[in-house]
T-cell receptor, first 110, second 119 residues
Framework: DAKTTQPPSMDCAEGRAANLPCNHS???????VYWYRQIHSQGPQYIIH???NNETNEMASLIITEDRKSSTLILPHATLRDTAVYYC???????????FGAGTTVTVRA | GAGVSQSPRYKVTKRGQDVALRCDPI?????LYWYRQALGQGPEFLTY????????KSGLPNDRFSAERPEGSISTLTIQRTEQRDSAMYRC?????????????????FGAGSRLTVL
């Protein structure tokens, strides 16, 4: 039961912003949107999460539409080290099972 | 420790042998999770502990798989009578938050994983 839909892959130029879309049209009011990424064979790494408001931290920004049916992760200045698989996950606050899906493979090119 | 530590990093075993994979979570983290990741796919949930209590083992594939966390810190995932289909990366994660945290910030920190190959 896939709760999110992401494009399978995208390319981005080094130094430019990378905008990663995610559709979650069946999200419920109490579900958060989380983003994790997995670089090569490393373990997944938390990036950011949000409920309704846009969020920003040192890694990225998360823009959630007003109807919460979709969101965009923004990497403001992509570097080669940002090449990874990015996972968009929706989760209740008291849930613990991350359902990773296939994610988006982002390739940052010099 | 500073991060989630898993051992062994690589394990090659023969079909039918038992294996034990160890996870040492971040010090003080309440919750511990086991995931399994096949090549080219995202991690899949296996089981989860709060302190020493196993809260959910619904993701364990069958009764050959078991996990324990007897003192609420280090955890061991044991696979008995291994089969070739058990070959995968086994990942452990921990988080500081207990189930039911209202802030939604249940951030998992993953270890580097244990790659199991069953011949």
């Amino acid at each position: 039961d896939a709760k999110t839909t992401q494009p399978p892959s995208m390319d981005c130029a080094e130094g430019r912003a990378a905008n990663l879309p995610c559709n979650h049209s069946t999200i419920s009011g109490n579900e958060y949107v989380y983003w994790y990424r997995q670089i090569h064979s490393q373990g997944p790494q938390y990036i950011i999460h949000g409920l309704k408001n846009n969020e920003t931290n040192e890694m990225a920004s998360l823009i959630i539409t007003e109807d919460r049916k979709s969101s965009t992760l923004i990497l403001p200045h992509a570097t080669l080290r940002d090449t990874a698989v990015y996972y968009c996950i929706v989760l209740f606050s008291n849930d613990y099972k991350l359902s990773f899906g296939a994610g988006t493979t982002v390739t940052v090119r010099a | 420790g500073a991060g989630v530590s898993q051992s062994p990093r690589y394990k090659v075993t023969k079909r039918g042998q038992d294996v034990a994979l160890r996870c040492d979570p971040i010090s003080g983290h309440v919750s511990l999770y086991w995931y399994r990741q096949a090549l080219g796919q995202g991690p899949e949930f296996l089981t989860y502990f709060n302190y020493e209590a196993q809260q959910d083992k619904s993701g364990l594939p069958n009764d050959r798989f078991s996990a324990e966390r007897p003192e609420g810190s280090i955890s061991t995932l044991t696979i008995q009578r291994t089969e070739q289909r058990d070959s995968a990366m086994y990942r452990c994660a921990s988080s500081a938050n207990r189930e039911g945290l209202s802030s939604g910030a249940n951030v998992l920190t993953f270890g580097a994983g244990s790659r199991l190959t069953v011949l």
